[in-house]
């Protein structure tokens, strides 16, 4: 049989963020939380610039988890697995239903530069499930316009995340995926990274004397934000590194395998969250498909998602 028609660069190491710099109980202070913010975001940076092979399925991890938490604020019961499972076990061109959909404006977040124009937020806007207002449409300039400044990232993002979320009632979603934007926007990275929507329920962002959760455009919401880009940051790193150890072991793996077509199969680990088991190419028959993930699994190359015996999704 053939070898794998793809090679694979060197998967890289992803730093970590230092221990003294994750917020472990709640942040009053709002120097110590930018403080924090500033250590998280600095690994984070590095690890963004570097650009490792599996940085494609890294981004689309943060998407389903941000996804799980924008779809809370919705009213949506998903959970990550069965988001995950909306997603990819849909037929080709499906609706992947309003829960999916919000996946999929995540999704898009993390698969291109951290610019939108008047058409590319309406989109955002109908994947949130939300009604569209004339106050969006000063939302694309007033993003760019704050990601040319010179302040601190989680203090833009935030003031973006307060701005779209005095918008309407219903904006609050769409100000967390802005500030998301904002975020990316500000450092100039080539791809956003979902990081601050990830704590949109945790703990810490809670504040006050009901200890409730903080929401763009309240009180004291600058320092929740400087909080969940170091909560944020520390444990998009902490994933990175998880991916990365797969992502060597596939590297390694790579030489021994003989299924025709698995370098599709490959490409598709790197730059996906999750795909099929039964995953079929021009080059890669159900079966084979199989007996790949089932090769690369015991090589301890990929984790098997699903927890099921049949439509099983693999991922790095």
């Not at 998880?242 to 730059?271: N, S, V, Y």
């Amino acid at each position: 049989m053939p070898a794998p028609d793809s090679t694979l660069p060197a998967a890289s190491d992803a730093p970590a963020v230092p221990g003294w710099a994750i917020p472990r109980a709640h942040v009053e202070d709002p120097a110590e939380a930018a403080y924090l913010a500033g250590a998280a975001l600095n690994s984070l940076d590095n690890l963004v610039r570097a650009e490792p092979t599996w940085a494609g399925a890294w981004r689309r991890r943060l998407a389903l988890r941000a996804a799980a938490a924008t779809g809370r604020l919705l009213g949506h019961r998903e959970d990550e697995a069965a988001l995950r499972d909306a997603w990819h076990l849909r037929p080709a061109g499906a609706d992947p239903g309003p829960a999916g959909n919000v996946l999929a404006a995540w999704r898009r977040l993390a698969s291109r530069s951290p610019a939108i124009d008047g058409d590319g937020l309406r989109a955002i806007v109908g994947l949130l499930g939300l009604a569209w207002s004339d106050r969006f449409a000063a939302i694309p300039e007033f993003v760019a316009e704050h990601a040319r400044a010179s302040r601190p990232a989680p203090l833009v993002a935030a003031t973006v995340a307060d701005e779209v979320a005095a918008s309407g009632p219903q904006a609050e979603a769409l100000a967390w995926w802005c500030a998301d934007l904002a975020l990316a926007a500000r450092f100039r990275w080539p791809f956003a990274v979902p990081i601050l929507a990830t704590q949109i329920h945790a703990p810490l962002l809670r504040g006050g004397p009901s200890r409730r959760r903080l929401r763009p455009g309240e009180e004291g919401f600058a320092r929740a934000a400087c909080v969940a880009a170091a909560a944020g940051g520390a444990e998009a790193c902490r994933l990175a590194g998880e991916i990365a150890a797969r992502g060597r072991r596939l590297e390694a793996a790579t030489p021994k395998l003989r299924t025709k077509g698995a370098g599709e199969a490959i490409r598709l680990l790197l730059d996906d969250d999750a795909v099929l088991g039964s995953l079929t190419t021009p080059a890669l028959s159900r079966w084979a498909a199989r007996r790949l993930f089932d090769r690369l699994h015991t090589l301890g190359a990929v984790r098997e998602l699903s927890g099921r015996p049949s439509f099983r999704l693999y991922g790095l």
